[in-house]
């Protein structure tokens, strides 16, 4: 099973830029579906970002489409998130998600995770 760290996290502010990296091991990672994950204090975690085992394509979240993206580098093992226009209410710990099989985009449709990078956008 393929065990992911996360890492790029931080505190910035407000229009600042963050790339986050998700390293993966094992081999299988080129065939799973990845994900990005966040949680902020008192809320559920929620869907960010995702894409293919090919790359080919990619989801965002409504409210971060335009200021995020999320690119992989199989060559690497890894996964980014680079984000722009960084707002306080992006605040939150960010997880890196992984499923061979997804069936959607929620938190409970990816097997495998890790352990969370925290990211805080001051005002």
């Known amino acids: 099973q393929a065990q992911l760290e996360e890492s790029g996290g931080g505190l910035v502010q407000a229009g600042d830029s963050l790339r986050l990296s998700c390293a993966a091991s094992?081999?299988?990672?080129?065939?799973?579906?990845m994900g990005w994950f966040r949680q902020a204090p008192g809320k559920e975690r929620e869907f960010v970002a995702a894409i293919t085992w090919s790359g080919g394509n990619t989801y965002y979240a409504a409210d971060v489409k335009g200021r995020f993206t999320i690119s992989r580098d199989n060559a690497k093992n890894t996964i980014y998130l680079q984000m722009n226009s960084l707002k306080p209410e992006d605040t939150a710990v960010y997880y890196c998600?992984?499923?061979?099989?997804?069936?959607?985009?929620?938190?409970?449709?990816?097997?495998?995770w890790g352990q969370g990078t925290q990211v805080t956008v001051s005002s």
């Open positions: 094992g081999n299988i990672f080129r065939s799973y579906e």
């Open positions: 998600a992984a499923d061979q099989y997804p069936r959607g985009l929620g938190p409970g449709d990816f097997g495998t």
